[in-house]
């Protein structure tokens, strides 16, 4: 099986190679017995077979192939495939999903798999043979519908056939239902609508922005998967509309407490964390502008001892004990010290409109953690307030990331003068960060702020004496936080994103 053509960001995990994660995939591999192919958002993907069948995998979605020999046997766990198969004599084509199994001999049809594993069966043309996981199975005919749960095959629809272009339309919906970049407000909305029904945790409310402007804030967050959370965040404003969101894969099956995991994003100390990331994706957006970073082939490294001083870590949250501690670092060369184990990505990209501005491959790694995988709010390393960057929602703060195509972080005074330079003003909750390229041609700049809910910044002072994860958090409830990006890509325009701290708190999020 070959990929003969790639929308988006189309990633593989290869069985051939055990403990590297997701990867990129480019147009023309080939894909072998225990592949696994995972579409993200707004993404596409054509799969061709030697006699010239072929299936379409819509926006994300997850397909195993089991066995390519002798016919052809996969699993689609979630999302949606389209299929044109070609009569094959003497072999077979079987589509497995979480609730059924379809049994092909020539024909085009549509799946559909939602997060409950519930499948969905369109037919546009020849037979196919669709059974449960009960023993019961079913001949669909051209433009029978059928719908499969765990309890069995919900009867056939005969009363509708569709075309295929209605399917090309089915798969534009079923992108419109998830929350992605290149998307209108409207979609946006729509799109929310449908996700925040499955909400796990869900917050919202209306506060005043620090430029004295109205603005709705709503959270939620969701399992799109049973190893993977999605976070989302909307800022609704009379004149402009913003939006965040955070998908990302733990490298097994996530507890029914879900912030037990989500606690042990920053690190764990003495022994490697349960639960840690494989992958994520990131973005924010005002519709017209975006930013994305994106990182796979997640896994745990002891930076203690990594032998990167600048890895080191000498106090951080133990989500055990639910507390700060300090951590027995001798050597700062790193070499017999007490372990702090975090994630390391092989792969990352960090991109404003499609221009990059960060990140690396595995060729050349960076030793430095990605800020997705050390949390996703960067409170500091004493979580006392926004230094350490003040990069709200963290999406790669530039001064963590030791790679080649990363921009320079523009340090303190006397280097420059504000307000295009790295900076925390005297005594209030604002800071900034500013990177740029050796030509001051492509830069970045991230303005972020704590406010109460009239818009008023917050002094330093207010989160004094916070020594505990408790006290810091009860603080904080009576906060937000804002950040306006700007870049060089915006054309003057920017990304404004006020988020409440509590969803954060409650999901484990905030230590």
Known sequence: MRLVEATGKVMALRASLPGKGFML????ATLDAGDQLRTEQSAKATLEFPDGSRIELGPQSTFTLDEAAGGSSMHLNIGSLRAFIKHMVGQRFDVHTPTAVC?????????????????????????????????????????????????GLSGVDHSQSATPQSAKEKLKELARREVGLQMSKEQVQAAAAQESKNAIFQ???????????????????????????????LDSRVDRFDYFYYHGVFNTVLPDDISIALRMLPGCANSACPYFLTSYDTARSNTIDNMLEVSN?????????????????????????????????????GAGNQPFFQTLFDYNTLTFDNVPHGGWVAATPAQSIANGGAG??????????INSGAVLLNINDPTSQASPATLTTVQNPPGCSPPNCTYTEPGIEHGVVYAQNGAG????????????????????????GNTSGTTFKATLLHWNFETIVTASEFQGRKIDLAVEPKIFIESGLIQ
């Open 203 to 233: 917050e919202g409310k209306a506060i005043i922005d620090v430029n004295g402007n109205r603005v709705r804030i709503e959270e939620y967050i969701i399992r799109p998967a049973a190893n993977a959370f999605k976070l989302v965040v």
């Open 441 to 464: 041609t492509t830069w970045e700049k991230y303005d972020s702020y704590i406010i109460s809910d009239e818009g008023i910044v917050a002094t330093q002072a207010a989160f004094a």
């Open 25 to 28: 995939v480019p147009k023309g």
């Open 103 to 151: 049994s092909v001999r020539g024909t085009e049809f549509l799946l559909v798999v939602d997060q409950q594993g519930q499948t969905a069966v369109q037919m546009f043309g020849g037979i196919l043979a669709v059974g449960d996981h009960r023993g019961n199975e079913v001949l669909l005919r051209d433009g029978d519908r059928l719908r499969v749960t765990d309890k």
């Open 297 to 333: 082939g997640g896994h745990m490294i002891d930076v203690n001892n990594d032998g990167v001083a600048a890895d080191r870590i000498t106090a951080a949250f133990d989500p055990k004990s639910n507390t700060y501690i300090g951590l027995n670092v001798p050597n700062p060369g």
């Open 376 to 385: 996703i709010l960067n409170m500091g390393s004493g979580g006392t307030g």
